[in-house]
């Protein structure tokens, strides 16, 4: 039409015209500006003029309109579909005409007023299609719906249309499906099917989504009359569903009534929906779900969902069972899970991944695990393995971590190909209005920064819940995009059971105390239809209860811990619970290492254009290769290639890790004249090795840490590392370092294996790039500072790492941090580890290992002890980290290599009683000097002093040397900082 436009109408068409084009339809933006040659533009106002001025038809237009015409008789698709429409109907009622070398009749029936009210009608579908979720029915309680009750571009006359017009026929464009197979329809049936579709019980917002073709594919799926139909079976299906929903509930409130449960009453729909989810998403070859939420619901999740033995729910409330294996264990309502489920058509895999009270952490946390799982399948399209988020409303606008999560979403190496969220709506935040607890409208509209469809539906009518489930499902497997369900619903009860909402929501409460409950609608809505009756409804209800009723009488019911993993390492853990308590040989042998060396710094063979800096960073290494040595980068490429060559994946994670923030890694080697070209070298090691990969992630800690522990806990047979660009930073991801990673184990009986990587020193960087804030991570450990254990010598190191809850390390040795990440992998379990990296250890002179040191068979030290002869000495110096190169330095300078002992402690946690005790009787009679150069209410003392004090008991001195407490972790200035640093080192030996 706008191409007809530009050459019929090039003198007559007012400014009028092209504003009236461009607000109805903006998407045509481009091809006028691409067919009007002149600017006919030179202001722009919001009158509703008319269409055209002056004469339509002259004698240039007429011809063109013969051309067009002959153009599309003999191909209908060469012409735009607005044309084609007209062209079919006129072709229909001049069925004596073939041709158009008389174009009388078509002058006369293409009126101005004609094309103009098909304007007005493509602008009135647009509205609907925009806006209608504006109107749409949503709250079952009609507190706060419709948001803006009063529409005028949702009104006739707002387009010039009175009732007069509402029988007229018109011609619809291509971008919508009310009419089906019908090309015109009255504008009657044109507003009504509008109003049934975008203004009913689902609010539909996806005009954001800058792609024709999925907008085209969401007005197909919701637009197509039939479409949200349900057979009788779905129906007796989703009833079946809502039971199950509604009598789990009433069974626990009525054997548990002061317990807390936090039921999903008033969304009870939940239940239906998420199974409809499953499915539709495992018809469609999903074999495994991996499923992320907050308490509300979750144990009725766990039972009608995924198939939880209820037996193991509700001993959960038995408050005379205590768990029977290890761990803590936590609330029956953080609890995680998995189960095979054998459906329909085909069996499919379902972990609840357990979660704090921290609602939207989990998201992360889940996302990671899917990446896994699609990663060791080799699903890379994400058709095998899924993940469902549910979210609460105040929480999914109010916490940081969603965006940072859904910022991953399309980021190539932290993609799960598509997410389903559903957000149980309970328009409430334990006591806060959402008026008072959100900016925007909705609390779903921090989806739409990825461009997600987000489906809002009335949680009161069921049918329309399984439809827009149904159409999410499909949109995932077909677009492997995210999409959100935001189910606003209400919340029967308060925060928890036992709470009392009407303190502050008297108004709310008032109404739902009055307020059916879904289920009992339902019943009534299938009834009418003569689908079911009274008798088979309570039949139904006779069975659920029965069934929880069976469940709560069996008898040696025991509670494990066990049975609640959310992560299963089949094959792992010897079946007869025997561990093998020796530690293992770490090293390798040395062709190994030679070849991986050589690789590494070696510049790619093919034609790349390598950076000239990096071609003498390379030699450099070759160089230190030849000569036996390693610095702290090639022992980190030795241990990652080693472990790569052993069939073992290795993942590392964060911030400008490619390069490394201090640019001595190197590990993806980029091309100077080709984007996006690049070479790994340890990803080209030998034909069988397994895969390495080097993630620059997001300028997120929170969301990207959370993501690495999820992929930690798929596959215990790889090494995944997340690497801050500072230490300092991990602070932004304390939630998933407090509530996940320290006590995951003792809470969740869930190990994992991951390696936190937090560069720590200090060099004059200031407050923020000097600590990593070890005190924190010490505060945590469960080791008792006034016991030494009682173990066998030779299996002391490995059961301390088995009873602790993470290792805390740092090295001072190229070589030790190599045997430390290969120890990770040679344990017969999995534990956490924290490593305070190093910075100008980097390139420091003296932090050079010997090949030797790595090759088989060598180990990990856990202290490096002091080369001063055995003797009667007064003092002992202890330290860890880069402070020790300073100390070295300063002893040398004193001359006193031979009076002065230095013990560096590589391993602080769990703390090496076993060496420490053998180092301090070499020197029977020293005092003992701790120096660190963290303040003193900081770093390592709180930790290291009580448990020196166990050691020695009375019969030695201990005493601290360092900078003084100080509420800030640095100075920010240089000269102030090498004065402390001196000052501190000076002070050790005096």
């Given at each position: 039409?706008?191409?007809?436009f ?21 998407t045509?933006?481009i091809?006028l ?33 013969e051309d ?11 012409v ?10 006129f ?34 579908i647009k ?14 309680l009609?507190?706060?719906q419709?948001?803006?009750p009063?529409?005028p ?10 009732e ?12 919508t ?14 507003v ?10 689902i609010?539909?917002e ?13 007005r ?19 009833l ?9 509930e ?8 002061s ?6 009453e ?11 989810i ?23 999740v ?7 033995p ?40 379902i972990?609840?991944?357990a ?21 060791y399948?080799s ?21 940081g ?27 409430i ?9 959100r900016?925007t ?21 069921p ?21 959100v369900?935001?189910l ?5 009860n ?26 009992r609608?339902?019943?009534?809505e ?21 069934k929880c ?23 792992f ?6 561990i ?6 770490t ?7 030679k070849?991986?060396?050589?690789k ?5 063979d ?14 450099s ?13 090639i ?31 190197h ?27 080097v ?36 602070n932004?991801?304390?939630c ?9 184990q ?9 390696v ?23 505060q ?30 740092n ?16 344990m017969p ?5 924290v490593?305070?990296?190093p910075?100008?250890?980097?390139r420091?002179p ?22 001063t ?7 002992i ?8 190169y ?34 301090f ?6 005092n003992i ?7 003193k209410?900081?770093g ?15 019969s ?13 972790t ?21």
């Amino acid at each position: 039409m706008f191409r007809i436009f530009s050459t019929i109408a090039s003198n007559t068409l007012q400014y009028s015209l092209l504003h009236r084009c461009l607000k109805v339809f903006p998407t045509f933006t481009i091809s006028l500006r691409r067919f009007v040659s002149s600017p006919l533009i030179h202001q722009l106002d919001n009158t509703h003029e008319s269409l055209l001025d002056g004469n339509f038809m002259n004698g240039s237009n007429t011809v063109y309109l013969e051309d067009l015409y002959s153009q599309w008789l003999n191909d209908p698709s060469s012409v735009h579909q607005t044309w084609d429409v007209y062209f079919r109907n006129f072709s229909d009622s001049s069925s004596s005409k073939t041709s158009m070398s008389g174009v009388g009749d078509l002058l006369v029936t293409m009126d101005t007023k004609e094309i103009h009210d098909h304007l007005r009608v493509q602008g009135l579908i647009k509205a609907y299609q925009s806006s209608g979720h504006f109107v749409s029915k949503l709250d079952p309680l009609r507190l706060q719906q419709p948001f803006q009750p009063n529409l005028p571009e949702l009104e006739l006359p707002y387009y010039g249309f009175t009732e007069n017009d509402l029988d007229r026929y018109f011609y619809l464009p291509g971008n919508t499906y009310i009419s089906g197979q019908e090309s015109a329809l009255t504008l009657r049936d044109i507003v009504s099917r509008l109003q049934d579709v975008y203004c009913n019980n689902i609010g539909i917002e996806y005009i954001h989504i800058d792609n024709e073709i999925r907008r085209n594919w969401i007005r197909k799926h919701i637009e197509s009359p039939g479409v949200s139909g349900l057979n009788d079976s779905e129906r007796k299906k989703l009833l079946e569903d809502l039971i199950a929903s509604t009598q789990f509930e009433e069974y626990l409130a009525r054997k548990w009534s002061s317990e807390k449960r936090f039921g999903i009453e008033g969304s009870d729909v939940l239940i239906p929906a998420l199974n409809r989810i499953i499915l539709s998403s495992a018809d469609l070859g999903v074999e495994s779900f991996v499923l992320g939420m907050p308490h509300r619901g979750r144990l009725n999740v766990i039972a009608n969902v995924c198939q939880k033995p209820l037996e193991q729910i509700f001993c959960q409330f038995n408050p005379t069972l205590s768990p029977e294996d290890e761990g803590s264990g936590d609330v029956k309502y953080h609890l995680g899970m998995n189960q095979r489920i054998q459906g329909l058509h085909r069996n499919y895999n379902i972990a609840v991944v357990a979660n704090p009270s921290h609602l939207e952490a989990v998201g992360p946390v889940v996302q990671g695990k899917t990446c896994a799982e699609q990663f060791y399948l080799s699903d890379h399209d994400g058709k095998r393995v899924m993940s469902i988020l549910l979210h609460g409303d105040a929480a999914f606008s109010g916490q940081g971590v969603v965006y940072e999560t859904f910022n991953l979403s399309s980021l190539i190496n932290y993609s799960t190909k598509g997410t389903i969220h559903i957000v149980v709506d309970n328009q409430i935040g334990f006591t806060t209005d959402p008026r008072f607890a959100r900016s925007t409208l909705y609390s779903t509209d921090v989806a739409k920064v990825v461009e997600a469809p987000i489906f809002h539906v009335n949680a009161d009518y069921p049918e329309a819940v399984i439809h827009v489930c149904k159409i999410a499902a499909e949109w995932r497997s077909t677009f492997s995009q995210d999409v959100v369900i935001d189910l606003v619903g209400y919340r029967r009860n308060g925060h928890n059971e036992i709470d009392n909402p009407k303190f502050t929501q008297p108004i709310m409460y008032q109404r739902i105390d009055k307020h059916l409950p879904v289920l009992r609608k339902y019943v009534s809505e299938l009834s009418e239809k003569q689908l079911v009756d009274a008798e088979w409804v309570e039949q139904e209800k006779r069975v659920y209860f029965n069934k929880c009723e069976e469940a709560f009488q069996a008898g040696d019911v025991k509670m494990l811990n066990k049975h609640w993993l959310d992560s299963n390492w089949k094959g792992f853990f010897p079946k007869d619970g025997k561990i093998d308590f020796v530690a293992r040989n770490t090293g390798v042998n040395r062709e190994t290492l030679k070849h991986i060396g050589l690789k590494y710094s070696t510049p790619p063979d093919c034609e790349f254009n390598l950076h000239t800096g990096l071609v003498r960073i390379l030699n450099s290494r070759h160089r230190m290769l030849d000569n036996g040595l390693m610095d702290w980068a090639i022992g980190e490429a030795m241990s990652i290639g080693s472990i790569l060559i052993d069939g073992k994946h290795v993942r590392l994670s964060g911030q400008d890790v490619e390069r490394g923030t201090f640019s001595h890694r190197h590990h993806v080697l980029h091309d100077q004249k080709r984007d996006l070209f690049t070479f790994t070298p340890l990803n080209h090691l030998t034909s069988d090795q397994a895969e390495y990969k080097v993630c620059n992630s997001s300028l997120s800690e929170f969301a990207v840490l959370g993501f690495e522990l999820g992929f930690s806990m798929s596959n215990p047979h790889s090494l995944i590392m997340w690497e801050a660009q500072f230490g300092d930073f991990n602070n932004t991801a304390q939630c998933i370092i407090d509530q996940f990673i320290s006590s995951g184990q003792d809470k969740w009986v869930r190990q994992t294996g991951l390696v936190l990587l937090l560069p720590h020193g200090y060099e004059g960087m200031g407050p923020e790039h000097s600590s990593a804030r070890p005190e924190r991570f010490l505060q945590m450990c469960n080791d008792d500072p006034d016991i030494i254990p009682d173990y066998l010598p030779d299996e002391f190191e490995i059961r301390q790492l088995q009873d602790v809850n993470w290792i805390i390390a740092n090295c001072t040795t190229p070589a030790n941090y190599f045997h430390i990440l290969r120890r990770q992998l040679a344990m017969p379990f999995r534990k956490p580890l924290v490593v305070f990296s190093p910075k100008s250890l980097l390139r420091h002179p003296q932090a050079i290992s010997s090949i030797d040191e790595i090759t088989t068979p060598s180990f990990f030290k856990r202290i490096i002890p002091s080369n001063t002869p055995p003797s009667n000495l007064q003092n002992i110096i202890m330290c860890t980290g880069k402070i020790s190169y300073e100390l070295f330095k300063e002893r040398e300078r004193r001359n006193l290599i031979d009076d002065v002992p230095i013990i560096r402690i590589e391993q602080i946690a769990p703390f090496p009683y076993d060496l420490l005790i053998r180092e301090f009787n070499k020197y029977p009679n020293a005092n003992i000097k701790w120096v660190q150069e963290e303040p003193k209410n900081m770093g390592y003392w709180s930790y290291i002093q009580p448990r020196l004090h166990t050691i020695v008991n009375g019969s030695r001195d201990i005493t601290y040397v360092g900078r003084n407490t100080s509420s800030s972790t640095a100075t920010g200035n240089k000269y102030v900082n090498l004065e402390e640093q001196e000052l501190l080192v000076k002070n050790a030996f005096t």
